[in-house]
C-alpha cells in the first residue's frame, strides 16, 4: 500500500497563495503518477492536476488556468500544490492521491490522503 498525509491547508484572503505538501510512504514503486483532486460541500470530486514521479508528464484540470503549479521532491517523496490567485470557489477539500498510470478521474487512483481543507474568503 502507499500511504499519502497531505498538509498546507488553511484560511486565506481572495487574490493569495497556498502551498499544499502531500508526503508518500509504504510502496511508493508501483505508484507512477500523483494527482491532486478537490471536493466543494454536495459537488463531485474533481481533477486538479496530475505529475509523473518521472517528470515526463504534468496535466491541469481546465479551470486551473495558470494559477496553480504541480512539482514533486523524488528525494523526499512529497508532491506539491502551488496555488495562486485564489479565488473563492476554490473553497473545498483537497486530496492527494496515487496512481499506477497518467491519470486524470477519480477511478484511476488507488490510494488516497485524508485531505486537507482550503477556504477561501472573499
Known amino acids: 500500500q502507499v500511504q499519502l498525509v497531505e498538509s498546507g491547508g488553511g484560511l486565506v484572503q481572495a487574490g493569495g497563495s497556498l502551498r499544499l505538501s502531500c508526503a508518500a510512504s509504504g510502496r511508493t514503486l508501483s505508484s507512477y503518477a500523483m494527482g491532486w483532486f478537490r471536493q466543494a460541500p454536495g459537488k463531485k470530486r474533481e481533477f486538479v492536476a496530475g505529475i509523473a514521479w518521472s517528470g515526463g508528464w504534468t496535466y491541469y484540470g481546465d479551470f486551473v488556468k495558470g494559477r496553480f503549479t504541480i512539482s514533486r521532491d523524488n528525494a523526499k517523496l512529497t508532491v506539491y500544490l502551488q496555488m495562486d490567485l485564489l479565488k473563492p470557489e476554490d473553497t473545498a477539500t483537497y486530496y492527494c492521491?496515487?496512481?499506477?498510470?497518467?491519470?486524470?478521474?477519480?477511478?484511476?487512483?488507488?490510494?488516497w490522503g485524508q485531505g486537507t481543507q482550503v477556504t477561501v474568503s472573499s
Open positions: 492521491a496515487s496512481s499506477r498510470t497518467k491519470a486524470l478521474n477519480v477511478s484511476q487512483y488507488d490510494y
